[in-house]
């Protein structure tokens, strides 16, 4: 006679199959809500990013960082790095969206993971073109984009995107360039000058010419 309290073979195999349907039925959900809270985790590091910003702007009377200087090797020269080495970015991994598959790679190298500093991957976003750089090539000439006094001429600009990567070294450090990425479940995060976040879907395309970034537009 068999023991009340066992469970026989088809019992638990039963008990299996309901659970693997359970989970099968769940997974979804559950990564749909992770992929939504590192959504909104990337949102907050944008907008501390941004703030950084502006806390350089106050500093030096009004002028914004810019994306990338002439002299564009060295540390200072790259917006993120100018931002860290000067304390207005005390966390470095604010400056990387959760989603971002080569974020662990850059933070175990600290920065060089490549031979030169230029191409170190310093950060999942990239900064609006006309913060400045004035060296840009755009054959047939070079075309000036100067440092800009008055971060209130951004307010309503784009300021920051999560770039499409197109090579697997490195970022841009600055936009627009060409697609943004779609880590979120097919949505990028967009900021503002004002601060204010959009998710946009699609992958769109920004050109250099584009309205919401030139501040004068």
Same mark, same amino acid.
């Given at each position: +006679?068999? @023991?009340?309290?066992?469970?026989?073979?088809?019992?638990?195999?039963?008990?299996?199959?309901?659970?693997?349907?359970?989970?099968?039925?769940?997974? =979804? %959900? #559950?990564?749909?809500?992770?992929?939504?809270?590192?959504?909104?985790?990337?949102? /907050?590091? +944008?907008?501390? *990013? *941004?703030? /950084?910003?502006?806390?350089?702007?106050?500093?030096?009377?009004?002028?914004? !960082? =810019?994306?990338?200087?002439?002299? +564009?090797?060295?540390?200072?020269?790259?917006?993120? &790095?100018?931002?860290?080495?000067?304390?207005?970015? /005390?966390?470095?991994?604010?400056?990387?969206? !959760?989603?971002? =598959?080569?974020?662990?790679?850059?933070?175990?190298? @600290?920065?060089? @993971?490549?031979?030169?500093?230029?191409? %170190?991957?310093?950060?999942?976003?990239?900064?609006?073109?006309?913060?400045?750089?004035?060296?840009?090539?755009?054959?047939?000439?070079?075309?000036?984009?100067?440092?800009?006094?008055? $971060?209130?001429?951004?307010?309503?600009?784009?300021? &920051?995107?999560?770039?499409?990567?197109?090579?697997?070294?490195?970022?841009? $450090?600055? +936009?627009?360039?060409? $697609?943004?990425?779609?880590?979120? #479940?097919?949505?990028?995060?967009?900021?503002?000058?004002?601060?204010?976040?959009?998710?946009?879907?699609?992958?769109?395309? $920004?050109?250099?010419?584009?309205?919401?970034?030139? =501040?004068?537009?």
């Amino acid at each position: +006679m068999r @023991n009340p309290k066992s469970f026989t073979l088809i019992e638990l195999l039963v008990v299996v199959a309901i659970i693997a349907v359970l989970a099968a039925l769940l997974l =979804p %959900a #559950l990564t749909s809500a992770r992929a939504i809270a590192r959504r909104v985790v990337c949102q /907050s590091n +944008m907008r501390q *990013v *941004v703030n /950084s910003l502006f806390y350089y702007a106050d500093d030096y009377n009004d002028w914004c !960082p =810019p994306a990338l200087e002439k002299n +564009m090797v060295w540390g200072d020269s790259i917006w993120t &790095m100018r931002l860290r080495h000067h304390g207005y970015i /005390s966390t470095p991994q604010i400056l990387y969206c !959760p989603e971002d =598959p080569d974020a662990d790679d850059w933070k175990t190298h @600290n920065g060089f @993971n490549r031979s030169a500093y230029f191409w %170190a991957h310093t950060s999942s976003y990239a900064l609006n073109v006309y913060f400045g750089i004035p060296y840009y090539e755009n054959p047939p000439g070079y075309v000036p984009f100067p440092w800009r006094k008055g $971060f209130s001429k951004f307010n309503n600009k784009i300021v &920051m995107v999560e770039p499409l990567i197109l090579k697997p070294d490195g970022t841009p $450090f600055f +936009m627009p360039h060409n $697609f943004i990425n779609v880590w979120h #479940l097919g949505y990028s995060n967009i900021v503002f000058g004002d601060g204010h976040i959009k998710s946009e879907t699609g992958g769109t395309n $920004f050109g250099w010419a584009h309205p919401l970034f030139i =501040p004068d537009n």
